[in-house]
């Protein structure tokens, strides 16, 4: 890291990193695509419910998982086609930020952003969407291989809600970039069906110790930025009726000596 936040902790939050104006409006997008969603689906009730909502709510995230499942499936997938999401997670000056204080600037020409995500972490009693979707302790490393930089890539990870440590915060260990890139285990998360493969770093083994993980709050609006090394995981939503709904993206320096492609 050219800056000095990261070279220390491995992360920064960000307080009003995105302009509440932007999670408006995708938070408006979500709603228009639960609303054409369940009527394609014929689900009358649940596009009562959605019509003319003009924003949402970390429970209507819930009551979708509750109530029809699969149009949340439809608008989650959807919604990460949309103008709307892909021109947020390019958006220029949030770029900009990151060139300047995360890679020491005159350098957003170079910049790769891959692996763009909208995550909807449900509460703890939706118990198959916890085993599809949660992520053990692991670094970007771990998982992703090509078009990033494993040596000074970060990754941008924005909550849509506040979002507390009993609502699924993310989870981290603070300084353990420090250790490079460790082993991760690798297994399927559905032994039966060998479907959502996991890589996991053993913590025991490189010396740390679940007490000194740290649970950020964020905020509508903060972000997190996290170096790739960073061992991190998802946090334990245990919230009541609320959805932890976060947007991350990855990104590197092509110019950088350990940007990698296939
Ligand atoms: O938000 C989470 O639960 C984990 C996300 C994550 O590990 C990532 O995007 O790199
Ligand atoms: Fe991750």
């Known amino acids: 890291m050219c800056n000095g936040f990261s070279k220390i902790d491995g992360f920064s939050k960000i307080n009003g990193f995105v302009d509440q104006k932007d999670l408006v409006t995708l938070r408006s997008v979500l709603a228009k695509l639960a609303c054409v969603q369940a009527r394609r689906l014929g689900i009358p009730a649940a596009y009562e419910y959605f019509n003319g909502k003009e924003d949402l709510t970390p429970q209507d995230f819930v009551y979708l998982a509750d109530a029809c499942p699969q149009v949340l499936t439809l608008v989650i997938n959807t919604f990460m086609q949309t103008a709307a999401f892909k021109s947020f997670v390019h958006n220029e000056s949030y770029l900009k930020y990151i060139a300047d204080n995360v890679f020491g600037g005159n350098c957003l020409d170079q910049l790769v952003v891959t692996e763009e995500n909208f995550r909807v972490d449900l509460p703890a009693e939706f118990k198959a969407e916890k085993q599809r979707f949660s992520l ?21 990870w924005i909550p849509l809600f506040n979002t507390l440590e009993e609502s699924g915060s993310l989870r981290f260990f603070p300084g353990s970039h420090l250790l490079g890139p460790v082993s991760h285990n690798k297994y399927y998360a559905d032994t039966k069906n060998k479907k959502n493969m996991r890589s996991e770093v053993d913590i025991e083994k490189y010396g740390l110790d679940i007490k000194d993980s740290l ?15 960073l061992i991190h995981a998802s946090g334990h939503n245990n919230a009541q009726d609320f959805a932890r709904c976060t947007i991350q993206s990855r990104v590197s320096l092509f110019s950088d000596a350990g940007f990698r492609t296939p």
Do not use: M, P
Not at 142 to 149: A, K
Not at 215 to 229: E, P, R
């Open 136 to 156: 053990s302790w692991h670094q970007e490393s771990g998982y992703f291989e090509n078009y990033v930089s494993h040596s000074r890539g970060v990754v941008i």
């Open 215 to 229: 649970v950020l709050s964020v905020k509508a609006g903060d972000a997190i930025i996290f170096d790739f090394n």
